[in-house]
Each structure stands twice: as structure tokens, then as C-alpha cells.
């Protein structure tokens, strides 16, 4: 094959019209480009794409698409009877709008089969697909299963990212490529599995981890070229329900329960050391139950007990984590009543061993699945507070 010729083309900037970033998610997916949700296996980073998904299919996500709007999902990795399905029930999806996308190749004689796409060769098709269902977000689940040629090699993957990034930009979708962590230790933003170019060409990158110390899982902004949110966190909680099949089982799958901001970050939550940073930890948090403890009100300025934690060699990150990590009792920030500052204050009432791992609920604590989804969900934001309400003790 002849290669196309290719001729000088100018655009004067003059003639371009400027336009606002727009957002599926503000802060956290834009439309029009490339979105990388990335961790470790069991973070939750597939449970929390597939909450959006739902969100997305009853016009519920606070950016640019209000509307019930449907969602095309590539998931090679799992069986859509058996996990796919049950989780998008789970999570309260219409699906009626989520469509898995495949591609169908026809062979001489006439036999056919169906297998998952693969880029670039099937951007085309992906193209087709966004055009037929007007889909909003695309889901590619995982990175290692839609790209074609060596993760490793910088040229294949941006290949396939840069053709993925035409059709986002040119259907205005938000496509999300969930992709898993390398092993160890370290920055999170050098742990994406494969080629750098992932995260090079990815307009918003998103890390997953848990929290083993609560059970929570945190997801955060590391790269975001379109916003001042790098560096910001959500967390969120997975819950095991029950969901009825149509041969009359009931089969257990995640789904999401968002929990809002937290000033706990993925780089903090893998990166969590040695025993005796363990015990410098536990000795931080003695200190401020301690402190307060010793008030006849049992709460304190969080700024005199900071003051006091650097006075017996502690600095202010570990004085806010201690706080943060008590348990029994667990110890609340809350905005003074006089007007500046917060105070840390015993919670008698909230004692409790905390939760690791998944809590079970039974079918029985609900009359019927779509009960369990009662009243508007949690909408996912970024900033749900203006940003001078939101704790920094």
C-alpha cells in the first residue's frame, strides 16, 4: 500500500473558537478526552467506574450531562451473567443504557464470531458504537486486554491512546481506561502497569487503594490537566449484597457507598512503612487522646493540641493522622462554636472496632433489591462544600 500523501495545513488560532473544558465529573473525568483509573487488584477501582455508570444512566452526575445518558463497557476480563450484570443491578444501573461492545468478524463461508475490540484496529467500530447509542462514557476494563502490540513499548500504546483520544475529543464521550499497579512500594504515579505513555496520555488520572487500618478506599486525583484537583481524595466503601438472578439464585457482588471527601491519599495508604513508623504512629495517636482526656470537656482546639504534639517531637501530619486513626474512641473535628478554628472532641457514641475488609448485608434487610436504593444516592463531587467549609485540621 502506497502511503497518503501528507501537505502543510495552518489554522490561524483566531479562527478557533475557545470553549470550556467540559466535565462528565467535575474535577475528576472530563469528557472529550482519556481518564486512567489505575491500582492494586481489590481496590475497588472497577466497582467505583461501574457506581459512575449508574449515576451517568439516571442523570444524576454534577457536570455537563444531567440527562439519563447510556454507557458502552469492554470487560473481556469478567462474565457478564455471572459478575458484570449483577454488579450494575448492584449498583442501581437502567440497563437498558449500558451496552457491552463488541466486535463481530464474519469469516469465508459465512461463520462469525464474537470477541472483545482492540486498539487501534477497532477505534473505528468504537466510533460507530458512540455514534449509535449517543454514549456519554466509555469503559475499558482492563488496559492490558484492549491494546494491541507490547504495553511496554511507548509507540504501541500511544497508538492505541492517541486514536482513543480522537474519538473522545471528536463524540465529546469521557473514556475510562482502568489499568492495575506494578507491585511494591514508591510513587503512585510510576506504578501504572505498561508504558508511561499511559499516564502521559491521560488528561485526568485516578489511583485507587485501600485502607487497610479502616476498610475504606481511597481514590485520588494524581494527574489532572484540566483542574486544580491533583492531589485531592475521595473515599468510599464497598458493601456485599445480595442480588437475585433470573434462574432464581442470589449471587454477591460489591457496590459502591460513597463516603465524600478525605485528606487520606493513595500515596500514603501504600506507602505505609515499617514497625517502628507503626509505633511512632501509635504513640501520636496516645498523645491526643491523652491530651484531651485530661480537659474537664473532653475536647480541645485542635490548634493547642497540635502546638502541644510538636512540643513532645511530633509534627503537625502526624498530630492530624493520629486523630484521624482513633478508633476507640474516636475522636471528631468539628468547627468551633466561637467563630474561627476546629476542635477535637471525644465521640462517646462512636465507639467502635471500625470496619476492615467488605461488610456483608443480607437480602433480608430490604424488602426487595430497589429498596435498598431508596431516595437520591450520593452524588460524586469533588468539592460537595464550599472549600472554606471543608476540614484542613
Known amino acids: 500500500m502506497t502511503e497518503a500523501a501528507r501537505t502543510l495545513h495552518l489554522t490561524r488560532a483566531s479562527h478557533i473558537k475557545s470553549l470550556r473544558q467540559p466535565w462528565l465529573i467535575p474535577g475528576l473525568i472530563p469528557l472529550s478526552t482519556l481518564t486512567v483509573c489505575a491500582g492494586r487488584g481489590g481496590a475497588g477501582k472497577s466497582s ?6 449508574a449515576d451517568l444512566t439516571h442523570g444524576r452526575l454534577t457536570g455537563d450531562v444531567r440527562t439519563p445518558t447510556d454507557a458502552l463497557i469492554v470487560g473481556p476480563e469478567d462474565d457478564w451473567s455471572a459478575v458484570m450484570v449483577p454488579r450494575l443491578i448492584a449498583a442501581g444501573a437502567d440497563l437498558e443504557r449500558v451496552h457491552r461492545f463488541e466486535v463481530r468478524t464474519t469469516y469465508e463461508g459465512g461463520e462469525s ?14 466510533r460507530e458504537a458512540i455514534e449509535v447509542t449517543k454514549a456519554g462514557l466509555v469503559m475499558l476494563d482492563p488496559a492490558s486486554s484492549i491494546v494491541s502490540g507490547d504495553l511496554n513499548k511507548r509507540e504501541d500504546v500511544r497508538a492505541a491512546m492517541d486514536r482513543l483520544a480522537t474519538v473522545a475529543q471528536e463524540t465529546r464521550t469521557a473514556v475510562v481506561i482502568v489499568s492495575h499497579f506494578n507491585k511494591g512500594a514508591g510513587s503512585v504515579s510510576d506504578k501504572l502497569t505498561g508504558s508511561a505513555a499511559f499516564r502521559d496520555a491521560a488528561r485526568s488520572v485516578l489511583v485507587f487503594a485501600e485502607d487497610e487500618e479502616t476498610g475504606d478506599r481511597i481514590v485520588s486525583v494524581d494527574k489532572s490537566n484540566y483542574s486544580a484537583a491533583a492531589g485531592e481524595s475521595l473515599a468510599f466503601r464497598l458493601e456485599s449484597v445480595d442480588v437475585p438472578t433470573d434462574d432464581g439464585e442470589l449471587t454477591q457482588v460489591a457496590r459502591v457507598i460513597d463516603l465524600g471527601v478525605t485528606d487520606r491519599t493513595v500515596h500514603d495508604v501504600i506507602n505505609r512503612g515499617s514497625e517502628d513508623e507503626q509505633d511512632d504512629r501509635n504513640a501520636a495517636q496516645a498523645f491526643v487522646l491523652d491530651y484531651i482526656r485530661s480537659t474537664e470537656a473532653q475536647e480541645a482546639n485542635a490548634a493547642d493540641v497540635i502546638k502541644a504534639g510538636r512540643g513532645a517531637g511530633f509534627n503537625e501530619s502526624e498530630m492530624k493522622n493520629a486523630r484521624r486513626r482513633c478508633r476507640n474512641p474516636k475522636i471528631q473535628s468539628v468547627k468551633s462554636a466561637f467563630g474561627a478554628g476546629w476542635v477535637w472532641q ?15 448485608l443480607r437480602p ?28 484542613t485540621p
Open 48 to 53: 467505583w467506574v461501574l457506581a459512575r455508570i
Open 113 to 126: 464470531s464474537t470477541s472483545s475490540p482492540v486498539m487501534p484496529l477497532d477505534v473505528d467500530r468504537l
Open 346 to 360: 471525644l465521640d462517646h457514641e462512636g465507639v467502635t472496632e471500625g470496619v476492615k475488609g467488605v461488610t456483608t
Open 364 to 391: 433480608d434487610t430490604f424488602d426487595t433489591l430497589a429498596d435498598a436504593f431508596d431516595g437520591p444516592p450520593a452524588i460524586v463531587s469533588l468539592f460537595p462544600t464550599p472549600r472554606h467549609q471543608q476540614e
